[in-house]
């Protein structure tokens, strides 16, 4: 597997990953009828954020997005968005993209990572994050409408850098 920067190339196998995991509606709180130009917007930034893919030869096994969470007086703190292929999943690629997310955020000098809503019944990840040392801080009750599982919390993780 290689983790490097995407290109305007990878667009269109990060499209159909982006659109099934917003649709499946369990663990980002983004519009279903999102259309592809807004998922564009969305995932493929530019500096000072940056995007990444995932990839074994010829296919996208994830893909992350990365910066600050905040603008100006927050712009020390950094955060990230990450997307497994269905077919990929629990094969080690959210680790791997999570290991280069940390180290993209120590190079670029972050104090820390905020994860501003993670869904309390994504086991997976949130096991993933705390497994790399992140805490919860907090959590919104009933912030999320999960299609399974009815009004469930939304976690503020944050993992210090410094």
Same mark, same amino acid.
């Given at each position: 597997m290689e983790i490097r920067p995407a290109d305007a190339e990878d667009w269109p196998r990060i499209w159909p990953v982006l659109r099934e995991t917003v649709q499946a509606g369990e663990t980002y709180a983004l519009d279903p009828a999102m259309s592809a130009e807004q998922?564009?917007?969305?995932? %493929? !930034?530019?500096?000072? +954020? =940056? !995007?990444?893919? @995932?990839v074994s030869e010829r296919a996208l096994l994830g893909t992350a997005t990365m910066g600050p969470n905040r603008p100006g007086p927050g712009a020390h703190v950094g955060t990230a968005s990450f997307l497994v292929? @269905?077919? @990929?999943?629990?094969?080690?690629?959210?680790? =791997?993209? =999570? !290991?280069?997310? $940390?180290?993209?955020?120590r190079r670029h000098l972050f104090r820390g990572i905020q994860f501003n809503a993670v869904v309390e019944t994504n086991t997976a990840a949130v096991a993933l994050w705390t497994s790399l040392g992140f805490t919860v801080v907090g959590t919104v009750?009933? =912030?999320? +409408?999960?299609? $399974?599982?009815?009004?469930?919390?939304?976690?503020? %993780?944050?993992?210090?850098?410094?």
């Open positions: 998922g564009r917007a969305l995932w %493929m !930034t530019e500096a000072p +954020r =940056a !995007t990444v893919v @995932a292929s @269905a077919d @990929a999943r629990g094969h080690g690629v959210g680790r =791997a993209l =999570a !290991t280069y997310v $940390l180290d993209w955020h009750p009933e =912030a999320f +409408r999960h299609p $399974l599982h009815g009004y469930v919390g939304l976690h503020v %993780m944050y993992l210090p850098l410094t």
